[in-house]
């Protein structure tokens, strides 16, 4: 199969941060039991990717110790609480931006449906997606058919 962005002038196509962890833009799945440390995997992670995004955006439902150091030590991080999920069009498409989606699978569904969002359309904006769940089977379908890396 013939592919068509190797016939586009790069000067025309979005550059991405290089990095040796993660071919980016990614979308990511870490779904593991409680206790099991997937918000310390998370955070490992944003370590290694850190500078490849200008903001760094974490919705959770409740405060996480992890997430207030993370704040602490790495510019430009947004922790949301409350199980709030910005809309995609609060960011803008120039610059790179990690949305961390952390145990927001029982909320409502037009929650979830943002969540989806970015898992279809956030590399157009040039926003990486992740999600941290506490039950894989509950994930939704939008988010499984469209991640490139799982952690169980």
């Known amino acids: 199969m013939q592919n068509f962005y190797e016939s586009i002038p790069k000067s025309k196509l979005k550059k991405f941060p290089k990095n040796p962890h993660f071919e980016l833009p990614f979308r990511m799945c870490v779904a593991s039991p409680s ?21 760094i955006v974490i919705c959770t439902k409740t405060n996480e110790t992890l997430y207030d150091h993370l704040k602490d030590t790495i510019d430009n991080v947004q922790v949301i609480e409350e199980g709030m ?9 120039d610059t790179s931006k990690l949305i961390i989606i952390d145990d927001l699978v029982m909320e409502p569904k037009r929650t979830q449906m943002s969540v989806g969002q970015y898992f279809i359309r956030g590399q157009i904006l ?15 379908s939008s988010i499984y058919t469209n991640e490139q890396h799982q952690r169980k």
Request: aromatic share 12%; hydrophobic share 35%.
């Open 35 to 55: 206790g099991s440390g997937k918000s310390n995997t998370v955070l490992y992670i944003i370590a290694l990717l850190s500078k490849c995004f200008t903001k």
């Open 126 to 140: 040039g926003s990486y997606a992740a999600t941290s769940l506490l039950t894989y089977q509950l994930k939704p």
């Open 85 to 93: 999920v910005p809309a995609m069009s609060e960011y803008d498409s």
